[in-house]
């Protein structure tokens, strides 16, 4: 059956105009949101005549995502950070195709010299130029370049050369000049630092020489100076977002085993994570004992950190759920912090946490607001157990106690909890994270100081 109210057929300007391709991409997507986007792709393709037909089979502004497209402005480097499979090594092809091609707004070569340089020659080859993304792969057959294996080098038919580069010969670099360069995963360059130099001072031709980085990110030093440095201009992507050119099922199958993990984090969704060298949390500790769902627990806490005050600018209030089972160890089973919120607000969300998860006791900071954090919360349900709790000490020496706790295994982790693990991992001497105050992780110590470190309540048990 035809799809209802079909458009009319385009019959404006060529599909190699990036505006209209754009827009068409868009009617596209909006009509997939409707469940009809393969009858309404065909609707819209059949209008347009066979020679514009092969024009978007490669037109990339037809195709590509936004964060696929190389930006506007005068920058130096565009470095797109994206998780594996996400489509950055596309996005870098077809970058080095439109310098080499041109555009309908600006016909002919934009660059004469290309340098394409990799962690080897092998994955120069085999990824940047006769990979399945690569070079070779994003051309038509009439402006396809030919590939001179062994002298390393691309010859597109309007002249344009690029030279292919391992970054474990940084001194290949030394001589030849360009007016464009592609790296590809840069993160895991044997010597990136002397690589890039040398690469840099191999960029003098042109009016503007530029380049474009694709890589899964790492926080090696590299990555970080790019992304501080003026020059650069940075896109991110995420694996899922390229889930229509994926093997079926490859992002249930993966991300199923490696969620909320620091390598799924970095792998799949193209996060730099760092950790702080004198936090009192490392990632390793998060991902050894990570769980999917936890065992019978005999005792379950809900902590509060509440906020002094309220607002946009307010520090969060901290809310954490943990359980300890039979065999000693705690589980934290979820995070419910949240910036923002008025005190009526986190009590409510921190009782039904309480009655949700059968909590013995909800244990709470007073310092901030002395009774009035106890009043609040009997406010909302006055049968709840509320244990009042008084810091005495600085956050580094109460959290120390519940650190130890990590290191010898016997706290784990529910699925994911990304916000209070990078808080966690940047928590230092001084009692803060990224300069503000840990308030997810104040929740988590108060709660496990009462699980573990505190050996009054009764248990009951429950099941999960």
């Known amino acids: 059956m035809p799809p209802q109210n079909p458009p009319p057929a385009p019959t404006t300007p060529p599909a190699t105009s990036r505006a209209f391709a754009r827009s068409l991409r868009a009617d596209w997507l909006a009509c997939a949101g409707r ?5 309404r792709a065909a609707e819209l393709l059949a209008g347009l005549a066979p020679v514009l037909l092969e024009l978007f089979n490669h037109d990339w502004d037809f195709w590509a995502r936004d964060d696929q497209l190389a930006p506007e402005g005068d920058w130096l480097t565009w470095l797109i950070l994206g998780g594996r499979g996400s489509g950055k090594t596309r996005a870098g092809s077809e970058w080095v195709r439109t310098l080499a091609l041109g555009t309908p707004e600006k016909p002919g070569p934009q660059a004469g010299r290309i340098a394409l340089v990799g962690d080897t020659f092998a994955d120069v080859r085999e990824v940047m130029i006769e990979g399945d993304s690569g070079l070779l792969a994003v051309h038509g057959n009439a402006e396809r370049p030919e590939w001179f294996p062994s002298r390393r080098r691309l010859e597109w038919p309007n002249g344009v050369i690029a030279h292919a580069f391992s970054s474990d010969d940084p001194e290949a670099l030394r001589g030849p000049q360009f007016d464009a360069a592609w790296s590809d995963e840069l993160a895991k360059w044997r010597y990136a630092e002397r690589a890039w130099d040398m690469l840099q001072f191999a960029l003098r031709l042109g009016e503007r020489p530029r380049q474009v980085v694709t890589t899964t990110p790492r926080p090696i030093p590299l990555v970080k100076q790019l992304l501080a440095s003026p020059g650069t201009v940075v896109s991110r992507a995420a694996t899922r977002e ?7 099922g490859f992002l249930e199958r993966v991300v199923g085993r490696y969620k909320g993990s620091r390598l799924g984090r970095q792998e799949l969704d193209g996060e730099l994570i ?4 004198d936090a009192l949390w490392r990632r390793e500790m998060f991902d050894a004992g990570r769980v999917e769902r936890p065992p019978d627990l005999g005792r379950i806490v809900v902590a509060i950190d509440p906020p002094a005050s309220s607002g946009a600018r307010a520090d969060a209030c901290g809310i954490v759920v943990a359980g300890r089972a039979a065999d000693g160890a705690a589980y934290v089973l979820q995070d419910a912090s949240e910036q923002g919120l008025r005190p009526a607000q986190w009590a409510s969300r ?6 949700r998860f059968a909590a013995d006791s909800l244990v709470a900071e007073v310092n901030q607001g002395g009774e009035m954090v106890t009043q609040v919360l009997r406010e909302v349900d006055a049968t709840i157990p509320v244990l009042a709790v008084r810091a005495t000490r600085g956050k580094w020496i109460r959290a120390e106690p519940v650190a130890a706790l990590y290191e010898q295994g016997r706290v784990r982790h529910v699925g994911a909890l990304p916000k209070l693990e990078d808080e966690m991992c940047d928590f230092g001497v001084e009692g803060r994270a990224k300069g503000r105050s840990p308030d997810r992780v104040d929740a988590l110590v108060w709660a496990l100081t009462a699980l573990m470190l505190d050996t009054s309540g009764a248990p009951r048990l429950r099941s999960f």
């Open 35 to 39: 469940g009809r986007s393969d009858a």
């Open 242 to 248: 390229n889930l229509a050119n994926l093997a079926p």
């Open 274 to 277: 760092e950790d702080r060298p």
């Open 350 to 355: 921190a009782i039904e946490l309480f009655h």
